[in-house]
């Protein structure tokens, strides 16, 4: 189903896939974030694959891409490691994002369900943003086949009530893995709870890779 998000602004259109099955507790909320040139309906196409119990919402980007599907950094004329290392790229995608996801939790009551972000790529790095932010009550985060912003390393402070799965292709061809390996050294060297799982693949998701990061969501729910 397509939903629209946010009455301000830009909106962020999402994908939603209720539970399936019922669970012992409250069902995981799981969002899933899309990496560059593609939309939610890329990364929601793993729905099937993910455990039943999960609810599920796969946002889209709010800014067109020039290689077409949408993008989650604005969009500058420069090259480089602009998005890497300008903190102005996410600033407004960081708002819209948190807004949108906190009107999600607004709308469903009680909150105590446990909220999970899974993020591809440029997808991976908004994980990475929102979740150390802290402004979201989120239990964990899987950051694949992407990258920490440099600015998020400067911060005074760093959410650290959360767990972390940095998951990367070891042959990736557009990020190389060492990217979230740096991420995962970063994280432990500030006590920020984190895990490493490198699989055997190029910049996209594998099967295995999926279903490790399924079993990880699960034993992280409670």
Same mark, same amino acid.
């Given at each position: ?19 399936k099955t019922s669970s012992n507790g409250p ?25 039943? #119990? ?115 292709? #070891?042959?990736d061809e557009v990020l190389s893995s060492r ?16 895990e490493f799982h490198e699989y055997k693949g ?21």
């Amino acid at each position: 189903m397509i939903r629209t998000s946010s009455q301000n602004r830009p909106r962020l259109e999402y994908l939603e896939r209720r539970p399936k099955t019922s669970s012992n507790g409250p069902a995981p909320l799981l969002i899933l974030l899309h990496g560059r040139g593609a939309e939610a309906k890329t990364i929601f196409s793993i729905e099937g694959l993910l455990d039943p #119990s999960f609810h599920i919402l796969a946002y889209t980007a709010p800014y067109p891409s020039e290689i077409g599907g949408r993008e989650w950094f604005h969009p500058k004329r420069d090259t480089g490691n602009s998005e890497i290392e300008d903190t102005n790229r996410f600033t407004e995608p960081e708002t819209l994002l948190t807004q949108a996801i906190q009107g999600q939790l607004d709308r469903q009551a009680p909150q105590s369900a446990p909220m999970f972000l899974w993020g591809f790529s440029q997808g991976a790095a908004m994980a990475l943003i929102l979740g150390l932010r802290g402004k979201l009550p989120i239990s964990g985060i899987v950051p694949m086949s992407g990258f920490l912003p440099s600015p998020v390393k400067h911060w005074k402070a760093w959410n650290r009530k959360l767990d972390i799965l940095l998951v990367h292709g #070891s042959e990736d061809e557009v990020l190389s893995s060492r990217s979230s390996k740096d991420a995962f050294e970063f994280l432990r060297s500030k006590n920020i709870p984190a895990e490493f799982h490198e699989y055997k693949g190029r910049h996209k998701m594998t099967l295995d890779s999926i279903a490790f990061i399924n079993r990880w969501i699960l034993e992280h729910d409670g």
